[in-house]
């Protein structure tokens, strides 16, 4: 079992910045890949990045790239996500995830989540 639970999430002006976390317990934290979806009002759970087990090899939504940058530290037990130039479309709630599988686009492959965390960006 692992508990994920994230923190950061808030209210922010369109091109401001927030730093979201997620504290992970249980079982081993370096066996997983992580993940960060998001879920819109009305929209379906959508991938913004993910991070893999070790290497820390990363990945991103195309929607999401140059801004967005996803990081773990394995000693801490913690992961990441440094949001850049925010934009109102990236108004969501934000879940952190991680799966022992390799197809770390699909949620459905996705072992353990968070609760979510709310991130509004204003135009």
């Known amino acids: 079992q692992v508990h994920l639970v994230e923190s950061g999430g808030g209210l922010v002006q369109a091109g401001g910045s927030l730093r979201l976390s997620c504290a992970a317990s249980?079982?081993?934290?370096?066996?997983?890949?992580m993940g960060w979806f998001r879920q819109a009002p009305g929209k379906e759970r959508e991938f913004v990045a993910a991070?893999?087990?070790?290497?820390?090899?990363?990945v991103y939504a195309t929607s999401v790239r140059g801004r967005f940058t996803i990081s773990r530290d394995n000693a801490k037990n913690t992961l990441n996500l440094q949001m850049n130039s925010l934009k109102p479309e990236d108004t969501a709630v934000y879940y952190c995830?991680?799966?022992?599988?390799?197809?770390?686009?699909?949620?459905?492959?996705?072992?353990?989540w968070g609760q979510g965390t709310q991130v509004t960006v204003s135009s």
């Open positions: 991070i893999t087990r070790i290497r820390g090899n990363t």
């Open positions: 995830a991680a799966t022992d599988g390799s197809n770390v686009f699909n949620d459905k492959s996705y072992n353990y």
């Open positions: 249980g079982r081993t934290f370096s066996g997983y890949a």
